[in-house]
Structures are given as C-alpha cells and as structure tokens.
C-alpha cells in the first residue's frame, strides 16, 4: 500500500464526506438498495380513521383475498410485548388492541408478494369505531382533562413571585409555536431476515440500533444477543428515526420470524407523515418582569405541550425545553414549568434541539417586548442581559465559558449591523408597500444528553497486516459527517492517511449497548471512544518498536506515513507487519463516558450539560404587506464549534440548520381538521424551504478563534443541533417589518411559523 509523507484527513482539515461521491453517483448504499434475499415477502400497516375510539368490528377477509397476500398481523400475532414505548411506560402499542388513540395508528400489517399487493390489500379492510371524545391540541386536553402523559417539571431558583411583584414593568403573554416534519429524504425503513434459532438480523434506517435490538428482542421475547442490527447510513433522521423507528423494525422482525423468510417494510410518504411522531408543538404562557433600563428581574411561564397519545420522548422534551427557556440571558428569579399534555394525535418525539428551539424562541420573544415597551433596539436589550460567567441557570448550573460578548461584537461590525438597522428604519419611515426589518438573535445551546447514562460510547478498531484500518463506532450516519470525522480522529492518532481506513456499517455485533446518534453528541462521544481504541493499539505498537530497535519509549513517534523509533524511520506498513509477525494484538475497542455531569430531575438542579455552544445570526427581510409573502434579504452567521474538526463539513451543518430552523418559523405547518386526521401529510400541502428560500446573501462564518475550554475531542464543540435556533433571527425580523405599522410601539407577536398568511393578517391587525 502507498503511503505518502503528506498525508490527507487529519484533524481540523477540510476533508470531503466519506459518502460525498458515492452519494453524487448513486452508488451509496442505503436499506432499499440492499441486494433482496429469495423469498422476500413485503409488509405494509393498515391505518385507523378515527383519532380515538373503540374498534366495533374488524373485517379482514377482502385484505386476505387480495392477491399475493400470505396474511395479516393483528395485535394477537405478537409473541412478545405489544410495545414500543423508548421509556418503559408500556403506552405504546405496535399494533392498536381493541382501541385506537389517534388518526392514523397502525391497527393491522398485511403480508405479500410484492410491496405494491400489500399496499392495495391494506386498503381494503373493514374498520368500524365506537367513537369517543377527542382532544387534539394542548389547550383543548387541558380543557378536557386530558391529564399528562408524562410527569411535569418545574424549574426555579430565586423567589418568582416576589420578584415579579417588585418589577417596576411586566408583561404578560401566550405564545404558540407550531411543530414540525423530520421530512428526511429516506423514509422510514427496515429489512428483516430470520436466521436458526431465535436469530434475526435487521437492516433498517434508525438512528438507535440499541433501541431496535431491545424493542424487537421484546416483541419476539428472545435475548438481546439474538437480535443482529445493522445501519450502514440514512438518508436524513433529525430526531425521526431515534424511537419512530422501533414499530418497523419489530413489525419485518416479528412476520420474518413468523413465516420464515426475509420481509421488508417502507410506508409511503403520506403514511410516513402520517403515522410517525414530529417536533412538539407548544402554546407558552409567559410573563417577564423588568426595570426601565430593560433589565430582566423575573420571569416565570408555563409550557404546554402537544405530546399525542404516549409518552415516547415528551418527558425529556418538555424538559429541554425549560432547559433552555434563558437561552442566553439571566434571570435573577425564574419559575418555569412544563406541562406535557396527552392528546389524540400522533405521539411527538425528538427533533433537532429536542425541545431546546421552543424554549429559546420564547426567551427572544420576551426581548423583544420589553424593547418595544421601552422604545430600544432588542440589541441592546440582549446584551443588556446576557449571562456572565458565574451565574447560574434556572437548573442551578454555573455558565463558566461565556463568549456571546465577542461573537455579538464581530457579527454588529461585520455584518454592518447598525448601518442597516437606520436604513431598515428609513426605509419604513416613508411607508410603502414593502416592509422592512432585521433583528439579531444568539443561541446559547447545552451539550450532553439530560438522561446521564446516554452520555457514554463505544469503538472498535482493527488494524489488517496490511496496515489497513477498519473502524467501527456506535455512532450512526445519516449525513452529518460523523463517520468522516471520526476517521480523521483515527488518521491523525496513527499519523496515516483517511484513505487508509474503512468506515463499517454501524452494527450491534460489534459495539454494544449504543446511546442514539442524537442530542449533538455524536462525534463528542464516538470520537473520544474511537481516540481511545486507537491509543491503546498505538501503546502497544509503541512498546513493541522501542524493543525491536532498541530505543526508549519515550524516543518513538508516530509522523505522517511512519513509526519514528530513535534514527530509524519505518514505514506504517512496515511496522504493522513486523508487529503482526511479533504477535502483537492490532485490535482494541474502545470507550469513553462524559465526566462531570450530573442531574436530580427532583431537585431541578444539576450539571446537565457538559458544556455550551454558542453563536448568533442577523437577519433581515423584505415583507410585501399587500401578500404577506416576504423575502429573506440577507443573514450573517458566526457560529461556535469550538476548534473545528472539520471546518467544511461544520460550515455545512450550520447551513443546514439555519435553513430549517427558518422553515420551522416560516413555511412548515402541521393541520389536522376536527376529526383529528393530518392533512398536511405530503410535499403538495406541506412546505419545506426549497433552494430559492434560503437568504439571497447568505455569508457563514464560524468562531474559529474557538476552544472549548472543556477537554472534548480535539477541544471541538457540537454543531448538528444549535444553529437550528439562528433562524429565530428571521423571525424576529418579520416581526419588526409588522411592527412598522405602529411605529414600533406594539410587538407583532406573530404566532409560529409564521406563514404568509399569518403575517398579512398580523399587519391587518396593525394597519392604521
């Protein structure tokens, strides 16, 4: 094998994604270009029509007439746990027994031929409902009492009441904020092949194959070590694929064993959308205190969630979403609860910020109205109440490594913040159809999972006689680049060229007992562990070539493309072959949990977080107020991810997030009529932001001035998830062109996403 003195991948160097060509080719191998076994029969679910009622009558007979049908599951076919609650609650059924909660639950799963017979056949079943009351948002199960589907959480520290009541101005207010659809260009997918015994192995798109492995093994009521879970990449998952993924895994695995032969399971987009669990939406209840300079004294709110009929991932939702309801700002006395609400719609789960996006918008929400109840730019509002280091956040924990100070200073001067603000004004002072505003908004942003014992990960490493490497870490790949820059964590330990190493699919078989690829955490955690099984190897090379060249440890080195053993430089492969000769052992797995952190959900108190990300965005829009349609004119961005690992592939990830924490706000909007059915179910009604969406002028630059003060990774920060929360600044921005028409003296208070509708009918509001 060649092996060239410079060499390419190490750490902290623009290195292409692993998958990059491979994707542009169409060579990527995902779940549905998998070769097919012989025999493999296909699965489809039949849905119910009614978002809560008892099921009168079920007539099967036409689906199993249907040709190329071999037969249907029902709830009783389940050897196992009818379950698939990530949280023990056992409210989560795979298949609806006798009951169904929301419109759209998996009642039955046909068995054929072909995907296209299964799919047909469904459609022909006979469901008749005893029907009874139905409450879809989350006011409307307060109103009904509903109850919660998890336990609640308070946040408080300080007194709230007596500081509100000191308060020399309060403002008082409720907050919708709408949810969202993962949308990922692949669907949800699995793949089944029953192996001898109680084995079977499962090719499916998920971000947690742990979780699949547990969930299957108990549908099938077999031991873990049978359930074989294998995740080569996705094609996007954002929270969609960390628990959604579970029913379609147990479903292929429960009729792959039941009929012996492979099965395959792919809904199309409509059922996707329909049957699958999506950003929680919230309606806020808030009220802030504050001093004539702008100073916040006191805040307190209560967050209700729409969390759908079980509880899945809510409860560390709604969580987050206190978790974060500062953002970046301190609050002397702060009293904040959640209050995450049962409701016969899909159960919402995890999506990129899980819970944290619905609580910063709500601390930018109450910025800018005490800035346009004092007559002040929100600027100055925002620095105003910055956290310094020191403090402590509602849950107690000490913000040591504060950085929003420099990031709002370069971004003001490079983005020529103030300048365009007076033109922004000017411009609207003249009246006119078209309505201008830019707002500048930060993202203070925890990492770590809240659930402590997530926060660990596993690696292994196997180095060939060859001096090929191939890597294996618990992480999984759905685009963001974690495999690439974990190999380039490896290249940069053994001083090697990336071309060197493999990337294996993700496998229980090889790492055991996986956290999800989730929470931003996965190259903080998979790095480390794979950091650690390259050193031990590397130890163990180490004192091998001090022995066979007779030099001290201490004078071997590893340099790019050799082992430096004192005056002797030896080839990579060389050295590789003489350690196997040698009966050295080339193979470690690794591991690494996060230290220091540590949470009491009963106290409310904690170091939940292991550190913070931060950065900010400007924004500013062009609104036509004849329409309501608007234009976003121009953002900047400087981000924080520390010393990057990988600069391009970090610069693409805030992108990405931007984009679709702005579509969040803007364009993505989830219906569902009285009855309780989704009708936002496909790309025809539902908007994601296309290409042309995105800001004309878009200039991303990341704090490369950075280290994280903590010992991460190579001192890198976490990137997948905090620069979602940037696209707040557009909608702060469409905030303030509203506001134009009062001259700024009464806040919008746009609802979210605020569509274009929703923005001419504020300005109708407004309009003198």
């Avoid at 100070?405 to 002072?429: G, K, M, T």
């Avoid at 924080?640 to 679709?660: H, K, M, T, W, Y």
């Amino acid at each position: 094998m060649k092996d060239d003195t410079t060499i390419r991948g190490l750490a902290h160097s623009d290195t292409i994604h692993d998958s990059a060509i491979k994707q542009v080719q169409g060579l990527a191998d995902y779940t549905d270009d998998l070769n097919e076994p012989a025999g493999l029969l296909h699965a489809y679910l039949g849905l119910s029509s009614c978002a809560h009622g008892r099921i009168a009558s079920l007539d099967l007979d036409a689906v199993r007439r249907s040709p190329g049908v071999i037969d249907v599951m029902t709830a009783a076919d389940i050897p196992g746990e009818n379950d698939v609650s990530p949280n023990g609650k056992h409210d989560d059924p795979i298949l609806a027994d006798g009951k169904v909660l929301f419109w759209g639950q998996p009642v039955f799963a046909v068995i054929a031929e072909t995907r296209d017979q299964a799919r047909r056949a469904a459609a022909k079943a006979k469901i008749e409902y005893e029907e009874l009351p139905h409450a879809l948002d989350p006011m409307a199960a307060l109103e009904a009492d509903m109850g919660y589907v998890t336990e609640p959480l308070t946040l408080r520290r300080g007194d709230a009441d007596r500081g509100m009541a000191a308060a020399p101005r309060r403002i008082k207010g409720r907050f919708a904020i709408g949810g969202q659809d993962h949308f990922y260009l692949e669907g949800q997918i699995a793949m089944a092949v029953p192996g001898e015994d109680d084995e079977v192995t499962i090719n499916v798109s998920t971000q947690h194959p742990s979780e699949v492995q547990h969930m299957v093994a108990h549908a099938l009521q077999v031991p873990s070590h049978s359930v074989v879970v294998n995740v080569r990449r996705m094609g996007g998952g954002f929270g969609g694929k960390e628990t959604q993924m579970n029913l379609f895994a147990c479903i292929a695995a429960i009729a792959a064993k039941k009929w012996k032969r492979a099965v395959k399971i792919r809904p199309d987009r409509d059922d996707d959308m329909t049957a699958t669990g999506k950003r929680h939406d919230f309606v806020v209840d808030y009220e802030v205190g504050f001093d004539d300079q702008g100073r916040i004294l006191a805040v307190q709110g209560d967050w209700y969630a729409r969390c759908g009929f079980s509880a899945d991932l809510s409860g560390p939702v709604t969580d987050r979403a206190l978790f974060h309801a500062d953002n970046a700002y301190y609050y002397p006395d702060v009293r904040v609860s959640s209050h995450p609400m049962r409701t016969n719609t899909v159960s919402n789960t995890a999506f990129r910020g899980f819970g944290g996006p619905q609580g910063v918008i709500v601390a930018e929400r109450m910025i800018e109205e005490i800035a346009y109840a004092l007559g002040r730019d929100p600027l100055e509002i925002r620095k105003l109440n910055l956290y310094q280091n020191g403090q402590l956040t509602p849950y107690h924990q000490e913000v040591t490594d504060q950085i929003l100070p420099r990031i709002f200073q370069e971004l003001e001067a490079s983005s020529d913040y103030q300048a365009r603000r007076q033109a922004v004004l000017d411009w609207n002072a003249k009246g006119g159809t078209i309505r201008k505003g830019i707002a500048l908004t930060p993202v203070k942003f925890g990492i770590s999972f809240t659930a402590t014992w997530f926060n660990q990960a596993g690696a292994l490493i196997h180095i060939y006689n060859d001096g090929s490497i191939a890597l294996n870490h618990g992480g999984t790949e759905m685009g963001q680049g974690l495999n690439t820059k974990v190999a380039q964590v490896v290249a940069e330990a053994f001083q090697c060229d990336i071309s060197r190493i493999k990337i294996t699919r993700t496998t229980t078989e090889k790492v055991p007992n996986t956290s999800a690829t989730a929470a931003s955490s996965g190259t903080d955690l998979n790095g480390m562990a794979a950091l650690d099984a390259a050193n031990q190897i590397k130890a163990r090379l180490v004192e091998f070539v001090a022995e066979r060249w007779q030099v001290a440890p201490d004078l071997v080195t590893f340099v790019p493309g050799h082992i430096v053993a004192g005056d002797h430089r030896v080839p990579f492969d060389e050295a590789i072959k003489a350690a196997y000769m040698a009966r050295i052992h080339l193979s470690a797995a690794g591991f690494y949990k996060t230290p220091q952190i540590h949470w009491d959900r009963a106290t409310g108190k904690g170091r939940p977080f292991y550190y913070y990300a931060y950065g900010a965005a400007v924004s500013e829009v062009s609104v036509d107020t004849l329409t309501g349609e608007y234009v976003i004119d121009r953002s900047d961005v400087i981000h924080d991810v520390g010393r990057s690992l990988n600069p391009a592939i970090d610069r693409g990830q805030v992108e990405g997030a931007f984009v679709q924490g702005t579509g969040w706000l803007t364009c993505e909007e989830l219906w569902w009529d009285d009855k309780g059915q989704l009708r936002t179910h496909a790309p025809s009604t539902y908007k994601i932001p296309l290409a042309s969406d995105k800001p004309r002028i878009f200039n991303v630059r990341l704090a490369d001035w950075s280290e994280n003060s903590e010992r991460t990774i190579k001192r890198s920060k976490a990137v997948g998830e905090p620069p979602f929360m940037l696209g707040i600044s557009v909608f702060e921005a469409l905030n303030m062109a509203v506001a134009s028409f009062t001259d700024y003296r009464e806040p919008a208070r746009l609802d979210a996403p605020a569509t274009p509708e929703r923005v001419l009918m504020a300005i109708e509001k407004l309009r003198p």
